[in-house]
């Protein structure tokens, strides 16, 4: 399958930071797929993504389709406890209606 | 977006036993599912995909005969781990894709922590 490449894979942060994650891949991707997966959890859909360029919010969540098609980026401003959780990244390419996940970022959120 | 339901939610069995996990689409009729793998601390591994109606198609390195796959309805696939084996405890997690001309989401079920002993 893809491989995506997601960082950083941890980050520990004062409550009230931002937060700043992404995701490269070596191949064009059509849909880029943000998620946030508590412990014991499926993944949760934060922020989907669809054209190059792009720029969705969702709230205090941002994130980017990259230009190039082949990056994406997640941010999240003034951080608090209960973001804390696993980040993944997912991207789909090709025809194929199926996706392929990053490698995920532990974020960490000191009240 | 779609709701997804898996059952059951964690199942221990003996090693050499099989095991049925169920992924059901409530409101949406999935034509395709996707049966992922996670090991802990570690991300979701894509297995295969469910075909409503034929056969399932899996990712290289994926036993097929080691995890059959049934998609018999447009809203239940089921995944059977058989003869299992420690080294097959793992959380299993299947989705449901959501597709137009214009885009695809993909939804998760709450996952199976399966437990071989």
């Known amino acids: 399958g893809q491989q995506l490449n997601q960082s950083p894979q941890s980050m520990f942060i004062q409550e009230g930071e931002d937060v700043s994650m992404n995701c490269t891949s070596s191949s064009i991707f059509n849909t880029w797929l943000w998620y946030k997966q508590d412990p014991g959890e499926g993944p949760v859909l934060l922020i989907a993504l669809y054209k190059a360029g792009e720029l969705t919010s969702n709230g205090r969540l941002t994130a980017q389709f990259g230009i190039t098609r082949k990056d994406s980026f997640l941010n999240i401003s003034a951080s608090i406890p209960s973001d804390v959780g696993i980040y993944f990244c997912?991207?789909?390419?090709?025809?194929?209606?199926?996706?392929?996940f990053g490698s995920g970022t532990k974020l960490n959120v000191k009240p | 977006g779609a709701v997804v339901s898996q059952h059951p939610s964690r199942v221990i069995c003996k090693s050499g036993t099989s095991v049925k996990i169920e992924c059901r689409s409530l409101?949406?009729?999935?034509?395709?599912m996707f049966w992922y793998r996670q090991f802990p601390k570690q991300s979701l591994m894509l297995m295969a995909t469910?075909?409503?109606?034929?056969?399932?198609?899996?990712e290289q390195g994926v036993e097929k005969d080691k995890f059959l796959i049934n998609h018999a309805s447009l809203t239940l696939s089921t995944l059977t781990v058989t003869s299992a084996h420690p080294e097959d405890s793992s959380f299993y997690i299947c989705?449901?894709?959501?597709?137009?001309?214009?885009?695809?989401?993909?939804?998760f079920g709450q996952g199976t922590r399966l437990t071989v002993v």
């Open positions: 997912a991207g789909q390419y090709g025809n194929f209606n199926k996706f392929y």
């Open positions: 409101d949406f009729q999935a034509t395709t």
């Open positions: 469910s075909n409503e109606g034929s056969k399932a198609t899996y």
């Open positions: 989705s449901v894709s959501q597709a137009d001309r214009v885009a695809t989401e993909a939804f």
